[in-house]
């Protein structure tokens, strides 16, 4: 079976919800405007779903200009001018703090009502490396891109009593035609024009079990998953995997469609 893209998703605000793309600019830190901007704590410390899952809720769109951020249960929309410059907060992330231009009052007030949280928005800016791959990536996590292959969705909610939507695992690409975990085998992508390195498993978190929609949270998939994807993480300890971390090396547009190929390992 010919493997293609079958989905393109951007997160323009970390942790907020995913906007689903016809064609994607991949720049070096993955999918154009991908986790641009982030939520902080006094402290600096970058907020997520992990500690407040109603942020899945959030409904993210930038061009580049505008922030615009809509949510379910809110009155009224955020619009927001992006600000390029203004003071400079530190980001304390997974492993490392980086910077950010902080976005004003309005926009801080905004989301700490919305989500009952004292907190900041902020803007990357700088220069962030991955810890493996020689990449270099913004509020992500760890990596430009995370990499499912559709079959390995399909895979999942076999051994489920109710499917999940491919947005409980927030993907960047969406891949149909490598098989159940085919990602797993895969060390390089050629979605021409662009070339993306495959280089890490993604160790999956209780995000996966928050309903983008509502923001409550379950136990699934973590516990099926947990029977049959555990491995051993490169830190120590066990971690349950779903999902490739990648690293683009060329760089232009891509489409839903467009055809994949693939090195394996």
């Not at 791959?133 to 430009?144: E, I």
Request: charged share 25%.
């Amino acid at each position: 079976m010919r493997a293609f893209v079958r989905e393109l998703h951007v997160y323009p605000l970390k942790s907020g919800g995913g906007t689903s793309l016809m064609s994607a600019e991949v720049t070096p830190t993955g999918i154009r405007y991908d986790r641009e901007f982030v939520l902080i704590r006094p402290d600096g410390a970058r907020l997520s779903q992990r500690e407040v899952p109603r942020m899945a809720r959030l409904r993210p769109s930038y061009d580049g200009q505008k922030l615009l951020v809509d949510a379910m249960d809110a009155v009224t929309p955020l619009v927001h001018e992006a600000r390029s410059d203004g003071p400079l907060c530190d980001v304390r992330m997974p492993a490392t703090t980086c910077q950010g231009i902080d976005q004003g009052d309005e926009a801080a007030d905004w989301f700490g009502a919305l989500l009952d949280v004292e907190c900041r928005l902020v803007r990357f800016t700088g220069r962030r490396e991955t810890s493996r791959g020689g990449g270099t990536v913004a509020y992500a996590d760890g990596y430009p891109f995370l990499v499912i292959s559709a079959e390995s969705l399909a895979d999942l909610n076999g051994r489920l009593e109710e499917p999940l939507p491919m947005n409980r695992f927030r993907p960047s690409i969406v891949i149909e035609g490598l098989g159940a975990f085919g990602e797993d085998s895969v060390e390089r992508l050629w979605i021409d024009p662009v070339e993306i390195d495959l280089v890490k498993p993604c160790d999956r978190c209780v995000i996966t079990t928050t309903d983008q929609e509502t923001g409550l949270r379950g136990r699934e998939p973590l516990r099926t998953l947990a029977a049959y994807r555990t491995k051993p993480k490169d830190s120590g300890g066990q971690g349950v995997f779903f999902g490739q971390n990648g690293i683009p090396r060329t760089f232009g547009t891509i489409h839903v469609g467009d055809a994949v190929k693939t090195a394996r390992a």
